[in-house]
C-alpha cells in the first residue's frame, strides 16, 4: 500500500472540490509526488494542465484542509485506502476508463482471486422469480469459487450479498456513499454490511468517510461495479433501472453482459429482454457464466494456487498476514511466537516462494 506521507496528501487532494479521479491522475503522472502537487504554485499547476477554477479550489482548500488530520479520520474509524499508483490497486479496476484515484475500503482487498469476480445486480422491487434466479444462480457461483459484486442496495444486491454469505463465499459491496457504519446506505443494509465484513468479504467506495449517499453518486458506482467484475449479471431490471448504467459501463469497459430472460408481460422483464436482443448473454443458469467467460475450471485453478504451510509455525504467520503488508512485529504479536521463531521461518518461507520481503522488516504473502 502506498506510505503514509504520501496516503495523506493523496486524501487531502481528494477532498479538494472538482479534483475527479481525472484531475488527481494527471497530478499523479505530472509532479514527483503529491506532496508535491499540494503545494505546487499556480504556475506549476497550471503546467500541469490544471484549469484556473480548480487551481483556486486547490489553494482555498490548503486554508482549511490538513492533510495530517484527514490521515487520522480514516484510521480513527478503521478506514483504509489504496491509491491508483499502488501495485496492489484491483487489476480489472485499473484497466477501465477513469478509475477511482483513491478508493476507500474495509475488509481484506485480495491481489488474487478477486480476478474471478461477477457483478450480480438488478432492481429494488423483485419478483418471487427474479429473487429465485439470483439466488440459485448466485449459489453455484459462489460454489465454484466465484466472487460476487453488487451494489449492497435493497433488492436484488441484498440477495446477492445475502446468498453469497449464507453460502460461504466472498462478496464485495460498492456504496455510493462513505463506508464507516453510519454512512452506509440504506440504512436497513448496515448489518448486512457488517455480515459482508465479517465473512471475508469488501466494502469500498471511491467516497470519503461522512459521504452521504446523493443521487449523482449511483451512476459513478456503478462503474466500480462492473470494473470491479470480468462481466455483468442483470437479474430483473424496468427500463429506467439503474443496474442497466452498470450493463452499459460495462459494455464500455469491454466486459461481458449477461442477462437472465424474463416474463414478456412484466415490466421487470423489460431490460434484461432487451439486453439480450442487443447481444447480451442468455443465463439461465451459473454454468452458462461459466461458460462466456471459459470459467468451468476456476474453482480447480484457485484451489491449487493456495499456499500450504509446511509446519505449524508456517500455518500461524499464513492467517497473521495477507496481501497486505504486515510487519514483523505485528505477525509476532499476532501468532505469540518468538522474535526468533518468526524471522527464522520468514525467511525460510521467502525462500520457498510463499511469502514477499518488502523491505524495513514488511512482509506479504507472495501469490
Not at 472538482?18 to 502537487?37: I, N, V, Y
Not at 478503521?78 to 491508483?84: D, E
Not at 487489476?91 to 477501465?96: H, T, V
Not at 516462494?353 to 518488502?358: I, S, Y
Request: aromatic share 6%; net charge neutral.
Amino acid at each position: 500500500m502506498a506510505n503514509q506521507e504520501e496516503t495523506k496528501y493523496w486524501l487531502a487532494l481528494g477532498r479538494v472540490k472538482g479534483l475527479g479521479p481525472t484531475r488527481l491522475k494527471r497530478l499523479w503522472e505530472h509532479f514527483d509526488s503529491m506532496k508535491c502537487a499540494w503545494e505546487a504554485d499556480w504556475e506549476n499547476l497550471r503546467g500541469a494542465g490544471v484549469e484556473q477554477k480548480i487551481i483556486e479550489e486547490m489553494i482555498a482548500a490548503r486554508q482549511i484542509i490538513k492533510p495530517d488530520e484527514e490521515l487520522e479520520k480514516i484510521e480513527k474509524v478503521g478506514i483504509k485506502i489504496i491509491t491508483l499508483n499502488d501495485p496492489d490497486y484491483p487489476r480489472l479496476l485499473k484497466e477501465i476508463y477513469s478509475p477511482p484515484a483513491i478508493l476507500y475500503y474495509r475488509g481484506e482487498l485480495k491481489a488474487t482471486g478477486d480476478e474471478f469476480a461477477v457483478a450480480v445486480v438488478g432492481t429494488r422491487k423483485y419478483s418471487s422469480y427474479g429473487r429465485q434466479a439470483a439466488i440459485d444462480i448466485v449459489s453455484e457461483l459462489v460454489n465454484q469459487g466465484i466472487t460476487t459484486v453488487s451494489g449492497l442496495a435493497i433488492g436484488i444486491d441484498a440477495i446477492v450479498h445475502e446468498t453469497t454469505v449464507s453460502k460461504g463465499g466472498r462478496t464485495i459491496g460498492v456504496l455510493g456513499s462513505g463506508i464507516g457504519d453510519s454512512d452506509i446506505y440504506p440504512n436497513i443494509n448496515r448489518s448486512l454490511g457488517q455480515k459482508v465484513l465479517e465473512t471475508g468479504g469488501l466494502l469500498v467506495s471511491e467516497y470519503p468517510p461522512g459521504t452521504i449517499p446523493i443521487k449523482q453518486n449511483f451512476p459513478q458506482r456503478n462503474r466500480i461495479i462492473s470494473g470491479l467484475s470480468l462481466a455483468t449479471l442483470i437479474v430483473e431490471a424496468p427500463e429506467s433501472s439503474g443496474a442497466l448504467l452498470t450493463a452499459k459501463y460495462a459494455l464500455e469497459q469491454n466486459r461481458d453482459v449477461l442477462a437472465v430472460p424474463g416474463n414478456i408481460y412484466s415490466a421487470n422483464a423489460v431490460g434484461p429482454n432487451n439486453l439480450i436482443k442487443m447481444g447480451a448473454k442468455l443465463v439461465a443458469s451459473a454454468s452458462d457464466v461459466l461458460e462466456v467467460l471459459n470459467m468451468k475450471q476456476v474453482k480447480e485453478f484457485i484451489d491449487n494456487r493456495k499456499i500450504v504451510p509446511d509446519t505449524k509455525e508456517e500455518a500461524l504467520i499464513l492467517q497473521a498476514i495477507t496481501v497486505e503488508p504486515c510487519h514483523v512485529d505485528e505477525i509476532i504479536k499476532t501468532t505469540s511466537l518468538t522474535t526468533a521463531q518468526v524471522n527464522s521461518t520468514l525467511i525460510l518461507m521467502e525462500m520457498k516462494g510463499k511469502v514477499r520481503n518488502l523491505g524495513n522488516m514488511v512482509y506479504t504473502v507472495a501469490r
